[in-house]
């Protein structure tokens, strides 16, 4: 079982911790799904679980991961651009 991810990304109005340690990984979430692969290889590469051991782990943590990277481009930025008046991270 890899630990480095939370089953469920966070819920929270405002940018967490966890969020910004996987920056990189919204955006490699956010890439396969614009690109069309099947949320099931994501979850392999990205999360590195097995979605056939694991179908509903794997299936709400792709869920909840994508739907927290697509906040991130809708409306988390802003709390990135107001930190001390510049970009962070």
């Not at 799904?33 to 792709?62: L, N, Q, S």
Request: charged share 35%; aromatic share 8%; proline share 6%.
């Amino acid at each position: 079982m890899n630990c480095r991810f939370d089953d469920i990304a966070p819920d929270l109005p405002m940018i967490t911790p966890y969020d910004e340690a996987h920056f990189t990984d919204y955006l490699r979430l956010l890439d396969a799904d614009a690109d069309g692969a099947d949320w099931r290889e994501a979850v392999a590469v990205i999360f590195d679980i097995d979605p056939g051991r694991e179908p509903e782990r794997a299936e709400r943590m792709h869920a909840t991961h994508l739907a927290r990277a697509r906040w991130m481009t809708e409306v988390g930025y802003a709390h990135l651009l107001t930190r001390d008046g510049e970009l962070k991270h």
